[in-house]
């Protein structure tokens, strides 16, 4: 298995992935994140920033967009350890956040707003998985996750 570590998508069947309808919801994406020592501004600002700085002032940004298009953050950790498997690079953080289905992500990354704190994003990773996930249909019609599932979208 060969792993790209990508900050924006360079295949444009992905983009074309994005905007068809998908499964059906909901979506949990889980970002794998490999931040950069010192965050690198497109428009060659100087900052102090880490990497991983400039990448919360992203991530709280998209926090208080995501219900604008019915999703929400999910969860959020640093990667300690690699218990399994074999990888040059173990990434620095992964996160997930819960979209009602695949069409509300590509509309909140089609945003201006989402598009104007991008920036942040692209100036502290240095790379990033994006991995498109949802629950099979019978784990989501367990009642106690049906309960959980209505509380998240």
């Known amino acids: 298995m060969q792993v790209i570590n990508e900050v924006v998508p ?38 102090d ?35 399994l498997g074999q990888v040059e690079e173990l990434w620095d953080e992964v996160a997930i956040a819960v979209y009602p289905d695949r069409n509300a992500l590509f509309r909140m990354s089609s945003s201006q707003e989402w598009r104007d704190l991008a920036v942040h994003r ?15 249909k019978g784990l989501q019609a367990l009642p106690w996750m049906e309960l959980f599932l209505k509380e998240m979208i």
């Open 122 to 136: 692209e100036a502290g990773l240095k790379g990033q998985l994006n991995i498109e996930s949802v629950m099979p």
């Open 49 to 83: 920033l880490t990497g991983r700085q400039a990448y919360q002032l992203y991530g709280a940004g998209v926090t208080g967009l995501l219900p604008e298009y019915g999703a929400r953050f999910f969860f959020m950790a640093d990667t300690t350890f690699l218990s």
């Open 10 to 47: 360079s295949d444009p069947k992905q983009i074309e992935g994005m905007m068809e309808a998908g499964p059906e919801g909901p979506v949990f994406m889980i970002n794998l994140l490999k931040f950069k020592d010192k965050a690198e501004y497109a428009d060659g600002r100087e900052t």
